[in-house]
């Protein structure tokens, strides 16, 4: 009788994770309603290719994209070295991102840096100090509001990269 009941415990819990998954899809108990990213994600940017840019894809590497203001000395220098801070707070993982500042005049950059300069003006869906996450076949995919919170950015991006290995 001992056998038994050890036999009927053991196919209980085997078996209970497919029943109470489904009802918990079924009835959507205990699934996040909500999205993780802290940045938008439901955008229609086209790819970076078919902004009006020089840039390339590099197929290998995630891009952190940020646009400067025209008229930028000490504020594009600040934004500058807080990317640069939590570009390197990525540890390991810094090598597999690239950091592209966007702006319509050639700017000193720091290091890990590229400055693409924008061919015409920029399209109306720039905003001065608008950062984008961009995939390595280049499409945007978190999209965040002028002067974002860098924590939300970095916690996004260490996420993607995580999820995403080489």
Same mark, same amino acid.
């Given at each position: ?11 209980? !819990? ?5 029943? !109470? ?75 597999? !991102? ?27 869906? !720039? ?40």
């Amino acid at each position: 009788m001992k056998a038994k009941l050890q036999l009927i415990v053991l196919i209980v !819990v085997l078996g209970a994770p497919v029943p !109470v998954a489904w009802a918990m899809l079924h009835w959507q108990v205990g699934i996040p309603q909500t999205d993780v990213a802290r940045g938008e994600l439901d955008h229609q940017l086209p790819p970076l290719n078919q902004w009006p840019l020089e840039w390339q894809a590099s197929n290998e590497r995630w891009s952190l994209v940020w646009s400067a203001p025209q008229a930028c000395a000490t504020d594009c220098q600040a934004q500058a070295d807080q990317w640069w801070r939590m570009h390197r707070a990525l540890g390991r993982k810094a090598a597999r !991102v690239e950091r592209l500042r966007l702006s319509e005049q050639q700017q000193k950059v720091l290091p890990g840096e590229a400055n693409l300069q924008w061919q015409g003006s920029p399209p109306i869906w !720039v905003e001065d100090f608008q950062v984008w996450l961009v995939d390595p076949q280049g499409i945007v995919v978190t999209r965040y509001a002028a002067l974002p919170d860098i924590e939300d950015v970095h916690q996004d991006l260490a996420r993607l990269l995580k999820r995403n290995p080489e």
